[in-house]
């Protein structure tokens, strides 16, 4: 009897020390969200009724109409750096430089704060690995929609396979 309980006692001491050992040697989200994104696309989802989606692609016009009014509006690239600062470059490569990040939740919100008005958007994260992140804006439009913008890393360290 007594070694059984020795033996459960070793088996949730080893468990431990694993379960440890893996939350100290993962990677956070914080780390895979670091770095240059490039915008790759960005899709309107909207439903007409009830378990019906139609996924389109929007046009420059309807982008610009659509976040017209968002930090993100026409972005090209976004840059997370380690001190929580974001910038935003877009295609006529100009830069907001006055803008803050974080996570909130469990990592599947970033937040983004801009510094010169204390404005705040929150983007719903729905995928983030090392090479991809898509994220959901909810928007109060008066079609019931999602608008999912999808972003890849630029890594500039090594080239991709063909």
Same mark, same amino acid.
């Given at each position: 009897? $007594?070694?059984?309980?020795?033996?459960? %006692?070793?088996? =949730? &001491?080893?468990?431990?020390?694993?379960?440890?050992?893996?939350?100290?040697?993962?990677?956070?989200?914080? /780390?895979?969200? =670091?770095?240059?994104?490039?915008?790759?696309?960005?899709?309107?989802?909207?439903?007409? %009724?009830?378990?019906?989606?139609?996924?389109?692609?929007?046009?420059?016009?309807?982008?610009?109409?659509?976040?017209?009014?968002?930090?993100?509006? #026409?972005?090209?690239?976004?840059?997370?750096?380690?001190?929580?600062?974001?910038?935003?470059?877009?295609?006529? $490569?100009?830069?907001?430089?006055? *803008?803050?990040?974080? *996570?909130?939740?469990?990592?599947?919100?970033?937040?983004? $704060?801009?510094?010169? +008005?204390?404005?705040?958007?929150? %983007?719903?994260?729905?995928? =983030?690995?090392?090479?991809?992140?898509?994220? %959901?804006?909810? *928007? /109060? =439009?008066?079609?019931?929609?999602?608008?999912?913008? +999808? &972003?890849?890393? #630029? #890594?500039?360290?090594?080239?991709?396979?063909?």
């Amino acid at each position: 009897m $007594k070694t059984k309980v020795i033996l459960i %006692y070793i088996s =949730l &001491f080893i468990a431990a020390i694993v379960a440890l050992t893996i939350v100290i040697n993962g990677r956070r989200t914080e /780390d895979n969200i =670091l770095g240059s994104w490039h915008k790759e696309s960005l899709e309107f989802e909207r439903v007409n %009724y009830e378990d019906h989606q139609i996924k389109s692609y929007i046009s420059q016009i309807q982008e610009k109409e659509i976040g017209h009014e968002l930090m993100i509006d #026409n972005v090209d690239n976004l840059v997370f750096e380690k001190d929580s600062q974001l910038k935003i470059k877009n295609n006529e $490569k100009q830069q907001k430089d006055k *803008l803050s990040w974080k *996570l909130k939740g469990r990592g599947n919100i970033i937040e983004i $704060k801009d510094l010169t +008005t204390n404005n705040k958007e929150s %983007y719903q994260v729905q995928e =983030l690995s090392k090479d991809k992140l898509v994220v %959901y804006i909810n *928007l /109060d =439009l008066q079609v019931r929609g999602i608008v999912k913008i +999808t &972003f890849t890393k #630029n #890594n500039t360290t090594y080239a991709k396979k063909i």
